[in-house]
């Protein structure tokens, strides 16, 4: 049997962190939603299907199984919605065929080989339709990621779902000053990472996760569930509850209820919470994002062109790849940063959204440096850890930064126009 991991209509739900990945490459907890799919299935073939324009960055970094291709399904397949978060053991390839449902959403589908071949048509979306009239239904209750905010209050269970699914040990090289809070049963060391002399884990409401070739500093204190991920380094940091860091990331300060989603850098002092930061970010020192209202009431997010209450009172900044922040810089709560921003402090809370590829600078929107300059920049920022800007990533930005053109445009008018009203006004007070 295959399995078949897609990514519905609902994709732009998550921008702008899924502008360059498919959204079951999104992280909550240790893993990513695909990686947790494919725990539970570890035998089967695997089929992705995703949108085409980032098919070929995807080949480039997940080579285990097939893409966008129809005819790898005229088999048994068990397919599975890519906004899955699964625990471990919810998905069995052995069943009757069935569909499950959470509302609208095809959660997942078993389905014979026979009735594959009967089913299939021009596109993934019609199969499914064909499906859902063919086979029966059930609802289900397993979890559906249907917004940015989800994975960040989902963040701290997932952490310790895929703690269960890893078990305990302490095998790298610990120091014999490091304090161990709680049951050591509740930690995850793994053989090749190290812990710096004065370091204290907290374990006491939830388990740590340190993974191959991390590295905690001298005098950083971390609160489970929190997982840090391989090649990590925390550099003194205040790690509290429900932060997870994908590989490669340089982490200092303080954080909370965060996932830093890999190849990122908060090497300085500065507070991240409840806020979701893609690949290739840098934030500056002293860089500060807000994740509670003075009210205390629930947080508005700038969401798809309109203003949307998220229902939830804590949340901070999502931030797409390849962002950079000055020294300073202060995110107001709620903020959405779109990919390749550059973001210089002016001394007041920066605009809760900023549109891809534009810089924020002297209390205004600007086009920054272009998109030519912007990719030299980032391929620099990629070699520094090894890695090389493919021809088909640099085509994906390209196509970001087109696609978001006409809305950087209008978005900077704007700030252009208010700017000028903010500086007549204070001309006219002056000359009073």
């Known amino acids: 049997m295959k399995i078949c991991i897609f990514e519905d209509q609902k994709y732009d739900n998550f921008y702008p962190m899924t502008m360059t990945r498919p959204v079951f490459e999104l992280r909550c907890g240790k893993t990513t939603l695909m990686e947790k799919i494919k725990r539970d299935l570890p035998a089967a073939?695997?089929?992705?299907?995703?949108?085409?324009?980032?098919?070929?960055?995807?080949?480039?970094?997940?080579?285990?199984?097939?893409?966008?291709?129809?005819?790898?399904?005229?088999?048994?397949?068990?397919?599975?919605?890519?906004?899955?978060?699964?625990?471990?053991?919810?998905?069995k390839l052995e069943g009757d065929e069935e569909i499950a449902v959470k509302g609208e959403d095809i959660v997942y589908a078993r389905v014979k080989k026979a009735t594959m071949e009967k089913m299939l048509a021009g596109s993934l979306e019609d199969?499914?339709?064909?499906?859902?009239?063919?086979?029966?239904?059930?609802?289900?209750?397993?979890?559906?990621?249907?917004?940015?905010?989800?994975?960040?209050?989902?963040?701290?269970?997932?952490?310790?779902?895929?703690?269960?699914?890893?078990?305990?040990?302490?095998?790298?090289?610990?120091?014999?000053?490091?304090?161990?809070?709680?049951?050591?049963?509740?930690?995850?060391?793994?053989?090749?990472?190290?812990?710096?002399?004065?370091?204290?884990?907290?374990?006491?409401?939830?388990?740590?996760?340190?993974?191959?070739?991390?590295?905690?500093?001298?005098?950083?204190?971390?609160?489970?569930?929190?997982?840090?991920?391989?090649?990590?380094?925390?550099?003194?940091g205040k790690i509290r509850s429900g932060s997870s860091f994908g590989p490669v990331c340089r982490v200092s300060g303080e954080t909370e209820e965060c996932i830093i989603h890999g190849y990122a850098n908060k090497y300085h002092i500065g507070f991240l919470g409840h806020s979701y930061v893609g690949k290739w970010v840098n934030i500056g020192a002293l860089t500060t994002s807000s994740d509670l209202k003075n009210n205390y009431t629930t947080v508005q997010i700038y969401f798809k062109g309109k203003i949307v209450d998220t229902k939830t009172q804590k949340l901070g900044s999502f931030i797409g790849d390849h962002c950079k922040f000055s020294i300073g810089c202060l995110l107001n709560t709620g903020s959405v940063i779109g990919v390749a921003c550059n973001i210089l402090t002016s001394g007041e809370l920066t605009p809760r959204y900023i549109p891809s590829f534009c810089w924020y600078l002297r209390g205004r929107l600007s086009r920054g440096a272009g998109f030519k300059k912007t990719i030299i920049t980032e391929r620099t920022m990629m070699a520094r850890r090894g890695i090389e800007m493919t021809k088909a990533y640099e085509k994906l930005l390209r196509r970001i930064y087109e696609e978001t053109e006409e809305e950087r445009e209008k978005l900077i008018r704007k700030s252009r126009a208010e700017a000028l009203l903010k500086e007549s006004i204070h001309d006219e007070m002056v000359a009073k």
């Open 127 to 236: 199969t499914l339709k064909n499906l859902r009239e063919e086979l029966s239904t059930k609802e289900t209750d397993l979890t559906l990621i249907e917004y940015p905010w989800d994975l960040i209050n989902e963040n701290s269970k997932a952490i310790e779902e895929d703690f269960r699914a890893l078990g305990s040990g302490i095998r790298g090289d610990v120091h014999s000053t490091c304090v161990i809070l709680g049951d050591k049963e509740n930690l995850y060391i793994a053989k090749t990472a190290k812990i710096y002399p004065y370091v204290v884990l907290d374990v006491e409401n939830g388990p740590i996760i340190i993974d191959e070739g991390a590295v905690i500093h001298p005098f950083s204190r971390i609160e489970g569930p929190s997982a840090i991920g391989e090649n990590c380094l925390i550099l003194g």
């Open 45 to 91: 073939e695997t089929v992705y299907f995703l949108r085409e324009h980032l098919a070929a960055v995807f080949k480039e970094n997940v080579k285990d199984g097939l893409v966008n291709n129809l005819k790898a399904l005229k088999d048994d397949v068990f397919i599975v919605n890519g906004r899955l978060l699964p625990k471990k053991g919810d998905l």
